[in-house]
């Protein structure tokens, strides 16, 4: 069974920044170094949007555009742990933060990812 579990959620002000953790382990999930990592959001009653994903090591780094310039996302293969810091955050930031991992082809598509984690709540205030 593999495990995602993200951590680092909570409540900050606008303009704030945050630093969410996802750290992956179980005995199927050998191959973090060479798995798709990303980090999706959702809000009730809307699709699970698309946020960031990093291929592998060295690889290019890819963002939704409501967060382009502001997230970061990053990994450690040695520590099986992805990061996403989140800089400038404005209220409409604020949903539930999954990690997830995977072979996508598509990073943007939520579908295409095989492992998820249960998600941290990241509440902006204005």
């Known amino acids: 069974q593999v495990q995602l579990v993200e951590s680092g959620g909570g409540l900050v002000q606008a303009g704030g920044s945050l630093r969410l953790s996802c750290a992956a382990s179980g005995r199927t999930f050998s191959s973090f170094s060479s798995s798709v990592m990303g980090w999706f959001r959702q809000t009730p009653g809307k699709e699970r949007e698309f946020v960031a994903a990093i291929p592998r090591t060295g690889g290019s780094t890819y963002y939704g555009d409501s967060v382009k310039g502001r997230f970061s996302i990053s990994r450690d293969n040695a520590e099986n742990t992805v990061y996403l810091q989140m800089n400038s955050l404005k209220p409409e930031d604020t949903a539930v933060y999954y990690c997830?991992?995977?072979?996508?082809?598509?990073?943007?598509?939520?579908?295409?990812?095989?492992?998820w984690g249960q998600g941290t709540q990241v509440t902006v205030s204005s």
């Open positions: 997830a991992a995977g072979r996508p082809i598509r990073y943007t598509q939520p579908n295409e990812y095989n492992y």
